[in-house]
T-cell receptor, first 113, second 109 residues
Framework: DAGITQSPRHKVTETGTPVTLRCHQT?????MYWYRQDPGHGLRLIHY???????DKGEVSDGYSVSRSKTEDFLLTLESATSSQTSVYFC????????????FGPGTRLLVL | GQNIDQPTEMTATEGAIVQINCTYQ??????LFWYQQHAGEAPTFLSY??LDGLEEKGRFSSFLSRSKGYSYLLLKELQMKDSASYLC??????????WGAGTKLIIKP
């Protein structure tokens, strides 16, 4: 257990509304990631952070923004949700050690109507 | 482009052995991971290979051939709880993880 929580766990929203997902970790990890997972696709990186206020774009960043004002919290915002953003969103941290394995939070299921 | 290929679905029998293959083409290589993901849950780490050869961990083993861009995950003495998706992921030259779409493994009694 890497001490990662995500909130909310489930959300239904309407097209055009802003949505913010929260990832919280308790073990002071430097790197945090946001992925989305859709059927037929591998996990796809949206944004990642390598420290407080240090973030970078991933493969599918259009329509998403992130913020990290504290080590423990990494927020993902959908500025104006679209149906194509219906997905399962996972937060992950990078652990220590040779492999620098990523460990995942429980996920947020988002439905955009 | 970067690409990771795995079979979409496999079926095996309880108590048997199954091998799940993964081939990759990435810009650089800094390690290969296997994760297990039960339906509706988060991926969980199974194994990591960075050198050629076989890594054994209980009923699960993972093999890597860097020259062939190939890995497999071997599951022995299959149990019903092994029914899950198995995800292959490669760390590229920028130390980002590139993910395959996953292999759904169905175990039949």
């Amino acid at each position: 257990d890497a001490g990662i929580t995500q909130s909310p766990r489930h959300k239904v929203t309407e097209t055009g509304t802003p949505v913010t997902l929260r990832c919280h970790q308790t073990e002071n990890h430097r790197y945090m990631y946001w992925y989305r997972q859709d059927p037929g696709h591998g996990l796809r990186l949206i944004h990642y952070s390598y420290g407080v206020k240090d973030t970078d774009k991933g493969e599918v960043s259009d329509g998403y923004s992130v913020s990290r004002s504290k080590t423990e919290d990494f927020l993902l915002t959908l500025e104006s949700a679209t149906s194509s953003q219906t997905s399962v969103y996972f937060c992950a941290i990078k652990g220590q050690g040779e492999a620098e394995t990523q460990y995942f939070g429980p996920g947020t299921r988002l439905l955009v109507l | 482009g970067q690409n990771i290929d795995q079979p979409t679905e496999m079926t095996a029998t309880e108590g048997a052995i199954v091998q799940i293959n993964c081939t990759y083409q990435t810009s650089g290589f800094n390690g290969l991971f296997w994760y297990q993901q039960h339906a509706g849950e988060a991926p969980t780490f199974l194994s990591y290979n960075v050198l050629d050869g076989l890594e054994e961990k209980g009923r699960f083993s993972s093999f890597l051939s860097r020259s062939k861009g190939y890995s497999y995950l071997l599951l022995k003495e299959l149990q019903m709880k092994d029914s899950a998706s198995y995800l292959c992921a490669v760390t590229d030259s920028n130390y980002q993880l590139i993910w395959g779409a996953g292999t759904k493994l169905i175990i039949k009694p």
